[in-house]
T-cell receptor, first 118, second 118 residues
């Protein structure tokens, strides 16, 4: 079945640094990828939708200049947390749509990246 | 607007008991998908089921069963003869069926933390 990977699985960084998280679809092309954030003991909140070759669509309240999304190929989307601060510490999860066709199968979720900003 | 409500934030049952997790949703669409996901302590989301709004048949998969009732906008999840390994956070979610102009966003409930006590 479809597999989505994320790298790194865990990252600890100092405040003020930038962190890049990769999301890859391993055996299919993903024209659409989603980025979610999950704070401890809370639900998943959609941050943005990225489409290959175009700008990402950010949800209300998500700073596009802080959370840079690049979907440069059909198998890779990256989320860069710029100038990270402790409040950015969270569990970041990506998901993909298989070919983004209507009535397509469910989204496939990556294993998540746990970011801790000191 | 879409909304998913999981009123039970935390449930504890003794092993082998049956437990039902409630999910109530709101949507203006007549066509939509409903999901249940399991999130064990490792954090990775595990897909359990997707149900199309046109299909109100209840579903059983091993010890898991789902009761979809459009009349009450509910999609409840029952675990029969619970086991310690069932301990996790369970998310109910809703997605509109994608059209040419809309992304297939999934709206998650806040989750129910299930503790199965040995």
């Amino acid at each position: 079945g479809a597999v989505v990977s994320q790298h790194p699985s865990r990252v600890i960084c100092k405040s003020g640094t930038s962190v890049k998280i990769e999301c890859r679809s391993l055996d299919f092309q993903a024209t659409t990828m989603f980025w979610y954030r999950q704070f401890p003991k809370q639900s998943l909140m959609l941050m943005a939708t990225s489409n290959e070759g175009s700008k990402a669509t950010y949800e209300q309240g998500v700073e596009k200049d802080k959370f840079l999304i690049n979907h440069a190929s059909l198998t890779l989307s990256t989320l860069t947390v710029t100038s990270a601060h402790p409040e950015d510490s969270s569990f970041y999860i990506c998901s993909t749509l298989y070919d983004a066709r209507p009535y397509t199968d469910t989204q496939y979720f990556g294993p998540g990246t746990r970011l801790t900003v000191l | 607007a879409q909304k998913v409500t999981q009123a039970q934030t935390e449930i504890s049952v003794v092993e082998k008991e049956d437990v039902t997790l409630d999910c109530v949703y709101e949507t203006r669409d007549t066509t939509y998908y409903l999901f249940w996901y399991k999130q064990p302590p490792s954090g990775e989301l595990v897909f359990l089921i997707r149900r199309n709004s046109f299909d109100e048949q209840n579903e059983i998969s091993g010890r898991y069963s789902w009761n979809f009732q459009k009349s009450t906008s509910s999609f409840n999840f029952t675990i029969t003869a619970s086991q310690v390994v069932d301990s996790a956070v369970y998310f109910c979610a809703l997605s509109e069926v994608p059209t040419m102009n809309r992304d297939d966003k999934i709206i998650f409930g806040k989750g129910t933390r299930l503790h199965i006590l040995p």
